[in-house]
């Protein structure tokens, strides 16, 4: 049996500069045509051309095929070319070489509003999305219902879907991406967009899409749903094909390759040259130091239960008495276990401060239990994330006798101190 989905050699090149931020028209042509001159005199042209020079391969040389039927976990990082990937099988964007072959009717969810019209209600946008994937209308009408209760719109049934939250918009277009029985579902991080209860509906839905024979393409940087929702894995990086096979075996190839910053060889970490940035004020994170008891530093891991102090240095360009710091721990499948963030310190000094700072973090006591843990580490500004840095580092977890009986904790997220005892029966002679 031939696979419903092809990808064939597919690359997309971004060219980078004012130049080419649109087509030019006629005049305009003709106009640095004839300026041409002028500009070399001046040493324009040169500017013009290292412009033009800048270009940027999302995606470079990607094969693989998708059986009928199968579910496909899409794992990268930021930057990676995953969701490039899915516009160009979506149809949203066209590839610079390269070719996808398609051989079923499908639907996509890859951004708040994709395939929505702004002006229509919530009512309308069911019928178009539904007349778009080839459904006659004695379809739609028959799954009407499940997706209005599904995405719990009903009260907003009839208003212009501009007027939706960006959560109302999430769980709308998954409702009616999932209930209208296309044979390729195409989902990218976008459910993170809803709340906890609805990603766990989202996900119940696409586990029995998938039960269904349908095809799945899933894209997300929760590890453990794709180990438990998929059967395959394909892992990005740099836009070039990395690894495929199956999803437990992606999932281990992708965390093994996390590289960069996430060296925990040392305990200073300069974060100039980290990958995964996401920046809205300047990259003003500029190191981290991992201490533990007595400012020991740590190289090669913490026992459980030990001390772990860090150090965050970072830039206040500006004059601010509003500015928090947040350490986000999570496991190797991408899932939250602690959040520690300055603006719980009851006792933090106040006052306003300006230009490089530290912000220590002292955690007495890290309960996980034995393994490897990634950090995402932010800065607040007054409301804006300010900047914000992925996986920045791991940290280990070693085994050792926390309890002090000689038996290692084993099983379960973290150990908490608890003590056992037996009580005398009250009726006891």
Same mark, same amino acid.
């Given at each position: 049996?031939?696979?419903? $989905? ?49 270009? &940027?391969?999302? $995606? ?55 395939? &929505? ?15 778009? $994937? ?108 990395? &690894? ?40 003003? $994170? ?144």
């Amino acid at each position: 049996m031939r696979p419903i $989905l092809e990808i064939k050699h597919l690359s997309k090149e971004y060219r980078l500069g004012r130049a080419f931020h649109r087509t030019e028209n006629f005049r305009e042509f003709l106009k640095r045509k004839l300026t041409a001159p002028v500009r070399a005199l001046r040493g324009s042209q040169a500017a013009e051309e290292r412009i033009k020079e800048e270009r &940027f391969w999302a $995606l470079r040389d990607v094969s693989f095929d998708v059986a009928e039927g199968d579910v496909v976990g899409i794992i990268g990082r930021n930057g990676a070319g995953k969701s490039t990937l899915l516009k160009i099988i979506s149809r949203i964007t066209d590839p610079t070489e390269g070719a996808v072959l398609v051989r079923g009717r499908m639907a996509s969810l890859l951004e708040v509003g994709t395939g &929505f019209h702004p002006e229509l209600t919530g009512r309308e946008n069911i019928f178009l999305n539904g007349a778009i $994937l080839g459904m006659r209308k004695a379809e739609i009408v028959s799954k009407f219902d499940e997706i209005v209760t599904f995405a719990e719109v009903e009260k907003f049934l009839d208003t212009p879907v501009k007027h939706y939250s960006s959560g109302m918009y999430v769980r709308l277009a998954f409702a009616v991406a999932a209930h209208l029985n296309p044979e390729i579902l195409i989902v990218d991080e976008v459910l993170a967009v809803g709340d906890v209860a609805f990603q766990k509906k989202c996900l119940g839905k696409m586990n029995e899409v998938s039960r269904g024979g349908r095809t799945v393409l899933f894209v997300s940087h929760n590890m453990a749903a794709i180990e438990n929702l998929c059967k395959h894995g394909v892992v990005l990086e740099h836009g070039k094909l990395a &690894f495929q096979g199956t999803s437990k075996e992606a999932v281990h190839h992708y965390l093994n390759s996390l590289s960069g910053a996430q060296d925990s060889t040392g305990h200073i970490l300069d974060l100039s040259d980290v990958s995964d940035r996401r920046s809205m004020v300047g990259p003003l $994170l500029k190191r981290l130091e991992f201490y533990t008891d007595r400012d020991r530093p740590v190289i090669e891991g913490l026992q459980i239960g030990a001390r772990l102090k860090i150090r965050v240095h970072f830039d206040l360009p500006n004059p601010t008495s509003s500015f928090n710091i947040g350490l986000g721990f999570n496991n190797v499948f991408g899932q939250r276990i602690f959040t520690a963030h300055s603006q719980f310190e009851p006792n933090r000094a106040s006052g306003e401060r300006v230009g490089p700072q530290v912000f220590v973090c002292d955690i007495p006591s890290l309960t996980f239990m034995p393994g490897e843990y990634t950090l995402r580490l932010w800065l607040d500004i007054g409301n804006t994330e300010a900047d914000l840095i992925n996986d920045v580092a791991r940290v280990t977890v070693i085994e050792s006798d926390y309890y002090g009986t000689g038996k290692v904790p084993w099983n379960g997220t973290f150990v908490l101190k608890h003590h056992w005892y037996i009580e005398q029966a009250a009726d006891a002679k």
